[in-house]
């Protein structure tokens, strides 16, 4: 199971950092990823990281204003959101890749998610 | 880089579905389907193209290579009124999702 924490409403320009809870699974043997979903519209692939943290991708949407990093200690997963706009306004959902080791790219655990709201 | 189509679809029970999704560029059989239901997340039904996830009905089937796949429900019911989105994976975009199959109540 994966358990997102840390959304709420922020102004354009501020900053946030989600946190993702995981367990039942060895965390540190898993890719995981960010996927958003804006009030009402589809899927948005948000970022990746590798089992052990050294390896992270990221949309191009958000290249240079989010990271993703990990604690293997913690089983936690996290999202730095910086420079945060209007349009990041969106349900962030946790999700781990199926296969260990080597990813797959296939999401077959997902978290409630948490929202994000960026108004003044 | 995913189109997938139709966006909306009105079905009764026990009619077969298909849903399309068709990739810019191949993917060989890097290719996901999901199904959301309303304040949920998403579940996992399908991978590899055709490959069932543990625990889905195997009235949902998968097919498909390179740039055009298929989902199939081979017998629609009620559980099933929900959203469809695919989901792909190449090196250049990583990974990317249709823009989602809504399955109504005809």
């Known amino acids: 199971h994966v358990l997102e924490s840390g959304g709420g409403l922020v102004q354009p320009g501020g900053s946030l950092r989600l946190s993702c809870a995981a367990s039942g699974f060895t965390f540190s043997s898993y890719a995981m990823n960010w996927v958003r979903q804006a009030p009402g519209k589809g899927l948005e692939w948000v970022s990746s990281v590798g089992g052990s943290g050294d390896i992270t991708y990221y949309a191009d949407s958000v290249k240079g204003r989010f990271t993703i990093s990990r604690d293997n200690s913690k089983s936690t997963l996290y999202l730095q959101m910086h420079s945060l706009r209007a349009e990041d306004t969106a349900i962030y959902f946790c999700a781990k890749d199926r296969c260990p080791t080597a990813s797959c790219y296939n999401l077959d655990s997902w978290g409630q998610g948490t929202l994000v709201t960026v108004s003044s | 880089q995913m189109t997938q189509s139709p966006s909306t679809l009105s079905a009764s029970i026990g009619d077969r579905v298909t849903i399309t999704c068709r990739a810019s560029q191949s993917i060989s059989n890097w290719l996901a389907w999901y199904q959301q239901k309303p304040g949920k997340a998403p579940q996992l039904l399908i991978y590899?193209?055709?490959s069932l996830e543990g625990g889905v009905p195997s009235r949902f089937s998968g097919s498909g290579f390179g740039t055009e796949f298929t989902l199939t429900i081979s017998s629609l019911q009620p559980d099933d009124f929900a959203t469809y989105y695919c989901?792909?994976?190449?090196?250049?975009?990583?990974?990317?999702f249709g823009g989602g199959t809504k399955v109504e109540i005809k």
């Open positions: 590899k193209a055709s």
């Open positions: 989901q792909q994976y190449d090196i250049h975009w990583f990974i990317t």
